[in-house]
């Protein structure tokens, strides 16, 4: 049976981030174009990690407050009851942050982490290729080696925000070892560098958010390189449990967003069918975000994040896109029109039972490694 206990010290924490948000209100713009999304977006994380009130679950001594993921939610909430626009820096924030502070060297710590706190420094993650998604080991981007560093010659796509990035967490071949998942490397690269190309494609929804990125003999310094030559898949695996953890609880939260607009438009004439698929959305919803809440809860007493995230990935991406399907009746005709804001979210979600792994991936994975089920 789920128990959802916040202890006091989690609540006293909302409080006093409510207290803060009072004289700190968020910006609008949610509907706003990339280029005023990012410009806002940095001036926003800039203005929370001043109040240090971004990465909260990080170490005091890397610019955080040493709490958990649980007040790392509670911020998440919090943002979302204010109508805050997603912070810009999420990559960043719950991904090569966390796998920084577990892996990196001192100085890329030093160097690296308090421009992600600050959203100056936005990152974006080079896994997929086109022959490697679902099965990320067969990745072919190569490095080659010299005692200087590394010289990066592939391609990878679906690269989320590669065209406003500053840096990229890069997975590449840097040995032809027998064995896919050996012979992988970790890389920090400067998206400035000579020999990136970034080519943006539009998606369903019309917008532009992923690149296809072109590397051509890009040079990364020896000290980019995270943890050990050829310990990559490692890592990887580190970065893609925090993805389905900590962005999922991130995300799950546009659920909660689409949900109050819909209960918002809910009226005492509205279609009494209508009403009822809203309230098991709603129900559902509820038994998603607690769950999310037990494994939160775990991580904060020591434990690392795991397999069960494919849990929380999969059933909120899937609740997402229903939701979503839902706010198109409620639109009826309305929904048709190219700029209606129902039709964009809902083509948006298509898209999210695919990034971080699809869904046939995480129920694999939950088969697998969550009930123990032998493999086919
Ligand atoms: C909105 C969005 C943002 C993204 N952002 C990023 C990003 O920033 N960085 C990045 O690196 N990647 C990103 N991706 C890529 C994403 O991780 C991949 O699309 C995903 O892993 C699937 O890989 P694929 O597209 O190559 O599909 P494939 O792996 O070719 O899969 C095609 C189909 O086959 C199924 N399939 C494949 N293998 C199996 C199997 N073993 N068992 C059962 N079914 C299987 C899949 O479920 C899917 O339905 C993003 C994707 C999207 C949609």
């Known amino acids: 049976m789920l128990r959802l206990s916040i202890s006091t010290c989690s609540e006293e924490f909302r409080t006093a981030f409510r207290h803060w948000l009072q004289s700190n209100q968020p910006p609008k713009a949610n509907d706003a174009s990339l280029s005023e999304f990012v410009r806002v977006g940095r001036a926003w994380q800039a203005q929370l990690a001043q109040g240090n009130w971004v990465g909260v679950h990080w170490p005091k001594e890397f610019g955080g407050r040493s709490l958990t993921l649980v007040e790392e939610s509670i911020v998440q909430e919090e943002l979302v009851r204010m109508r805050s626009p997603q912070l810009l820096g999420l990559f960043g924030l719950t991904m090569v942050g966390p796998v920084l502070i577990k892996h990196g060297s001192q100085s890329q710590k030093q160097r690296f982490l308090s421009n992600i706190l600050s959203g100056s420094d936005i990152w974006c993650q080079g896994f997929s290729e086109p022959g490697a998604g679902s099965d990320l080991a067969a990745i072919k981007t190569k490095a080659r080696v010299d005692e200087k560093g590394f010289y990066v010659s592939g391609q990878k796509i679906w690269t989320s925000f590669a065209h406003i990035a500053q840096y990229c967490f890069l997975l590449c071949r840097t040995s032809d070892e027998d064995e896919k998942h050996r012979g992988l490397s970790y890389l920090l690269v400067d998206m400035k560098t000579p020999g990136i190309t970034v080519r943006p494609l539009r998606q369903i929804s019309g917008d532009d958010e992923f690149n296809e990125v072109f590397f051509d003999e890009v ?158």
């Open 219 to 376: 040079f990364v310094p020896k000290e980019n390189l995270v943890g050990e030559i050829g310990s990559g898949w490692k890592i990887a695996i580190s970065t893609l449990m925090y993805e389905r953890v900590v962005l999922t609880f991130a995300r799950q939260l546009q659920s909660e967003v689409a949900l109050r607009e819909l209960l918002e438009r809910c009226k005492p004439d509205t279609d009494q069918g209508l009403k009822r698929e809203l309230a098991k959305e709603l129900a559902r919803a509820c038994a998603i975000r607690a769950l999310a809440y037990e494994h939160l809860l775990g991580y904060s007493a020591g434990k690392s994040p795991g397999p069960e995230g494919s849990l929380d990935k999969l059933l909120w991406s899937e609740s997402f896109q229903s939701i979503c399907k839902l706010a198109l009746k409620f639109a009826g005709t309305e929904a048709l029109r190219l700029d209606n804001p129902d039709m964009h979210r809902y083509l948006y979600s298509r898209g999210r039972t695919i990034a971080a792994g699809t869904s046939e991936i995480q129920r694999s994975i939950i088969a697998e490694r969550v009930l123990g089920l032998p493999r086919r």
